[in-house]
């Protein structure tokens, strides 16, 4: 098992910037994807960013050129930085450690933390 715990979650203004956090422990190993996704009430959930077990980065369409994802796979955290925020990103974003090795949908989640983005 693997358990996950988010941080940095909040409220902040149009335009504004965001870090969120998330730290694995338990049977977490490099071999694993690790991910962001995110939930808007009413809608499906969707992936802000991922790096995989090898390394590569990807990032939903929304997030290009405004989030940035780090992986410290020695720590087991993983990181995005969110820049440019707008209302339409408000949303409950959850952490996923993934054993297929890559951002598959599957895996272990965090508990979610809610990012509200207004004024």
């Known amino acids: 098992q693997v358990q996950l715990v988010e941080s940095g979650g909040g409220l902040v203004q149009p335009g504004g910037s965001l870090r969120l956090s998330c730290a694995a422990s338990?049977?977490?190993?490099?071999?694993?994807?690790m991910a962001w996704y995110r939930q808007v009430p009413g809608k499906q959930l969707e992936l802000v960013a991922s790096v995989s077990g090898a390394g590569t980065i990807t990032y939903g369409d929304f997030a290009e050129g405004r989030f940035t994802i780090s992986r410290d796979i020695f720590n087991n955290r993983v990181d995005p930085q969110m820049s440019s925020l707008k209302p339409q990103d408000t949303a409950v974003y959850y952490c996923n450690s993934d054993p297929r090795g890559y951002a598959s949908g599957n895996g272990y989640w965090g508990q979610g933390t809610q990012v509200t983005v207004s004024v």
């Open positions: 338990g049977s977490q190993d490099i071999t694993y994807a």
